[in-house]
């Protein structure tokens, strides 16, 4: 990695992915993002750019404001980002007269002159320019004329982010160095310089190295002893190091910090020493003379040295293991179970088993599941009940926590399912996806769900990374744990009590748009629906159901008209169902210029199922309604993940093909439970 600090010297860029923020502690939260931004930079054969500032904005904004604390130097912040697999981190010499630009000079004169961005990777919340003019929206209008793109982390994800800082900060200033470490992946360290003291250590028997800590606004870890790792130049060393006011002296010299090197006796005047630290071991006390401090800090000793003979900390994994079953519905998919069965069971873990449940087929699949893997349960359907219903009538012979509908016609990776089931941990989550890819073109998202679900505001639904038939490429750019309106059928985690308790499935949808549907009930219930990138798996598409196809445009503005009329609050459907006719007859004119009429068809039939069984659907709206009171756990979270705009509009009128075209700000529906 490069590091520059001045921008009349940067080189001219290729193709260059950049994020800009004070990355402070470079814990796990920033860590997620720059393995996102050097991913996209990778896909691109481009490279990925940090933008900090040294000093921190707000010294030089704030300078009577003498709270700050930092959690890492710039010479830290850089060596973190390097490990990171960064290929620039650009230090800005943030002054008053850089502060004072406007949000148009600050794009043309600094992004765009010095680092020729090709996406930009922003905080919502991101603010530039003199008082702060600018936002994320100007940034985004203005890269139509500059040839950038934007690409928005979302509140969720800068929450998160803001929180681990907190965190962080909070941690050492109670001594917690231990969860700081959990939260960086590192030991927090301090640098500084050897300085003379007055000796009393030695006079003791316990030498210790007075350190001047080189930066200024360096946090300082709570009072206390800690065992500490030490680096000498080349030179590794342990020790304990004391950070307090000496209360035993009472000599008035204000908050010291002293390094007592183990098994060692050189002079170190002058040297330059960095300490990591491993372990708080107690706090500061006032002792009665210098026998007392002595004998304590012999005991200091023996703990220090007991502390450091463990193993380094490492990351703490989660040992929720709920009993979860991965359950593959299957119709005359013979070839899909010999393809890709086989990967779902060597990439299953221990506490997750894997059941194909049959629905009549009339092909060989049964007869091959019992020769091939006769450890798969196998549950028989007596008829086909279509998708939706099918998992209704099989998933109530399955006793489970946790729920993986899998459709047979995906392949999964490693470690699939142990990305997600952590999610469940938190009780508001009812429903999670991974990562949707084509299994034909694996560096695209695949139709169905692809990073996760969204909703416009007239009930069209559309995907993190598709948008209609246009899928796009996947390039890290939603990488992030996002809260979505809906989860995929193809690979659906669920809560199993949860399924059941909101009753399922439609079973008169057969396929299609079913999950919408219940995550939908989930999200009126108060429970959250998640993608989770991390999980991978790729998926044919159209296996189980072809996707152009008369029969399933029937499928679909069937059961999405229906959907909609379930759970939508009354005050809007009087305008909404109007207005839903209007859009759809749109669609049929545009089949109609396209020839196919068979289309056309599915439309009208569609609509003529809905109104001729208005009844049915009235009551059904009321029967969910009732479940969706009796499960709930808090307030309505349907204004997540849902949109303002029409997807319909922004793809046929404007052109727009991409998500980060037509997600902007999300909108808060009526919170009016429908009867």
């Given amino acids: 990695m490069q590091t520059h600090f001045s921008l009349d010297a940067l080189p001219r860029f290729r193709r260059s992915v950049v994020t800009i923020g004070s990355f402070d502690g470079v814990h796990r939260g920033h860590q997620q993002l720059l393995r996102r931004i050097v991913k996209m930079a990778q896909h691109r054969q481009g490279e990925s750019i940090v933008i900090t500032f040294d000093p921190h904005p707000r010294s030089v904004l704030r300078p009577d404001d003498d709270s700050l604390r930092l959690l890492s130097t710039t010479a830290e912040k850089a060596r973190y980002c390097a490990e990171m697999g960064i290929d620039h981190l650009i230090v800005v010499p943030f002054t008053l007269d850089f502060a004072g630009q406007t949000p148009e000079e600050y794009i043309d004169n600094f992004l765009v002159r010095y680092c020729q961005p090709e996406r930009i990777v922003i905080g919502y919340d991101h ?8 936002d994320i929206e100007y940034l985004s209008h203005r890269g139509r004329e500059k040839g950038y793109e934007v690409i928005e982390i979302d509140a969720q994800e800068v929450n998160n982010i803001t929180v681990s800082s907190t965190t962080v900060r909070n941690a050492l200033l109670e001594g917690d160095v231990r969860k700081a470490q959990e939260l960086t992946g590192r030991p927090y360290e301090l640098s500084g310089r050897v300085v003379r003291g007055q000796q009393i250590g030695r006079s003791i028997g316990f ?16 009072e206390g002893i800690y065992a500490v790792h030490v680096r000498r130049g080349q030179q590794a060393l342990e020790g304990m190091l004391y950070i307090g006011n000496r209360p035993s002296l009472e000599d008035g010299r204000g908050t010291t910090i002293e390094l007592n090197l183990f098994d060692f006796d050189e002079d170190i005047y002058e040297e330059d020493l960095t300490v990591y630290f491993h372990t708080h071991l107690r706090g500061d006390l006032k002792l009665d003379g210098l026998a007392a401090l002595r004998d304590q800090l012999a005991r200091d000793e023996v703990a220090a040295r007991a502390a450091l003979a463990q193993p380094q900390l490492k990351e703490r994994k989660s040992n929720y293991a709920p009993d979860t079953a991965v359950v593959i519905l299957n119709y005359n998919g013979r070839d899909y179970l010999e393809e890709f069965l086989p990967s779902v069971i060597k990439h299953s873990p221990d506490y997750a088993r894997v059941i194909v449940a049959d629905n009549a087929s009339t ?4 007869a091959y599941l019992r020769e091939h893997h006769p450890d798969v349960e196998l549950i028989i359907l007596p008829e086909n009940y279509g998708f939706a219903n099918g998992y209704n009538m099989a998933m109530m012979q399955v006793d489970a926590e946790i729920y993986v509908l899998l459709n047979s016609d995906v392949r ?3 470690n699939w399912i142990e990305f997600i089931i952590p999610v469940f941990e938190d009780g508001e989550v009812g429903a999670a996806q991974p990562k949707i890819k084509a299994e034909h073109a694996p560096d695209r998202f695949e139709y169905a769900g692809a990073a996760g679900g969204y909703m ?11 948008v209609f038939e246009h899928t796009e490429r996947d390039e890290g750019q939603y990488d992030g744990v996002k809260e979505v309106f809906w989860a995929t059928g193809a690979a659906f985690f669920c809560r199993a009590d949860l399924f059941h308790a909101l009753g399922g499935f439609e079973p008169e949808y057969f396929a299609h748009a079913e999950e919408i549907d219940l995550c939908w009930r989930m999200k009126r219930a108060g429970y959250k629906i998640l993608a989770v990138p991390s999980s991978t798996v790729y998926h044919v598409g159209g296996g189980t159901l072809s996707y152009n196809t008369p029969r399933k445009t029937y499928l679909n503005f069937r059961n999405t008209l229906t959907t909609s009329f379930k759970n939508e609050p009354l005050s809007r459907l009087f305008w909404w169902l109007p207005v839903r006719l209007l859009l759809d007859g749109a669609a049929g004119a545009l089949f109609l210029s396209q020839g196919k009429f068979e289309h056309i068809a599915s439309i009208l039939r569609a609509h003529f199922h809905f109104y001729g069984h208005f009844n049915l659907w009235l009551g059904r709206r009321k029967e969910r309604s009732q479940q969706i009171k009796a499960a709930s756990i808090g307030r309505d979270r349907t204004e997540i993940g849902r949109v303002a705009d029409s997807v319909i509009v922004h793809h046929y009128l404007l052109r727009h093909k991409r998500f980060s075209d037509i997600y902007r700000k999300q909108i808060t529906t009526e919170r009016v439970t429908p009867v």
């Fill in 127 to 134: 603010r530039f320019g003199k008082d702060r003019m600018g």
């Fill in 207 to 222: 030498p210790t190295a007075n350190l001047a800590i080189g930066h200024p606004l360096k946090l300082i870890p709570a």
């Fill in 363 to 366: 092909d060989d699949s049964v």
């Fill in 412 to 414: 999964v990776t490693p």
């Fill in 456 to 466: 416009d505001y007239l009930g069209y639904p559309f995907c993190r990374g598709r």
